[in-house]
T-cell receptor
């Protein structure tokens, strides 16, 4: 099983709402990633968790708050977002400690902020 | 930091014709290189990767790529394309020396491959 699942598939939220994106994998991977992808652009790395610890925060605004409650789950909590945060949010996972490993991507959550 | 340049933002091709999508990377040291495909409204799927060894790498769906160290290139090729190959293709390099226990990919800007009947 090489599947990364993400919920919800689509999300519409207002600028005052609080919502969460969820990512799950059961491949035993201990590195998990959040990316943001705008239309016609490559994915941009936001956060990396390694062994459930945050190892990279790419200067992401605090209105995005990641959480890794266990080795299979990764959440992204959203609060007071701006319209420019509308994008496809991708989750990925890989085996840690080995740069040769493939990152497996989920299908993404398409977020629209009104 | 490493960087990746995909020279063509869009490539239109007729069905059953050959195609080459170009990718150049910046690093002169050892690199790990990847090609990912993104079909409409989907996540990214690995096509192939170069880690070491043979410079010709074969991937899924009939794609292959050739690693050329002297030209710092990793071009993707397919001898005969199908309508179903219409997608966005991303070349990526693994940024070495970063992060313990995780991998940072640096992506090119992407090439939109459109197959016309």
């Amino acid at each position: 099983d090489t599947e990364v699942t993400q919920t919800p598939k689509h999300l519409v939220m207002g600028m005052t709402n609080k919502k969460s994106l969820k990512c799950e994998q059961h491949m035993g991977h201990r590195a998990m990633y959040w990316y943001k992808q705008k239309a016609k652009k490559p994915p941009e790395l936001m956060f990396v968790y390694s062994y459930e610890k945050l190892s990279i925060n790419e200067s992401v605004p605090s209105r995005f708050s990641p959480e890794c409650p266990n080795s299979s789950l990764l959440n992204l909590h959203l609060h007071a977002l701006q319209p420019e945060d509308s994008a496809l949010y991708l989750c990925a996972s890989s085996s840690p400690g080995r740069l040769k490993e493939t990152q497996y991507f989920g299908p993404g959550t398409r977020l629209l902020v009104l | 930091a490493q960087s990746v340049t995909q020279l063509d933002s869009q490539v239109p091709v007729f069905e059953e014709a050959p195609v080459e999508l170009r990718c150049n990377y910046s690093s002169s040291v050892s690199v790990y290189l990847f090609w990912y495909v993104q079909y409409p409204n989907q996540g990214l799927q690995l096509l192939l990767k170069y880690l070491s060894g043979s410079t010709l790498v074969k991937g899924i769906n009939g794609f292959e790529a050739e690693f050329n160290k002297s030209q710092t290139s990793f071009h993707l090729r397919k001898p005969s394309v199908h309508i179903s190959d219409t997608a966005e293709y991303f070349c990526a390099v693994c940024d070495l020396g970063i992060i313990q226990g995780a991998q940072k990919l640096v992506f090119g800007q992407g090439t939109r491959l459109t197959i016309n009947p």
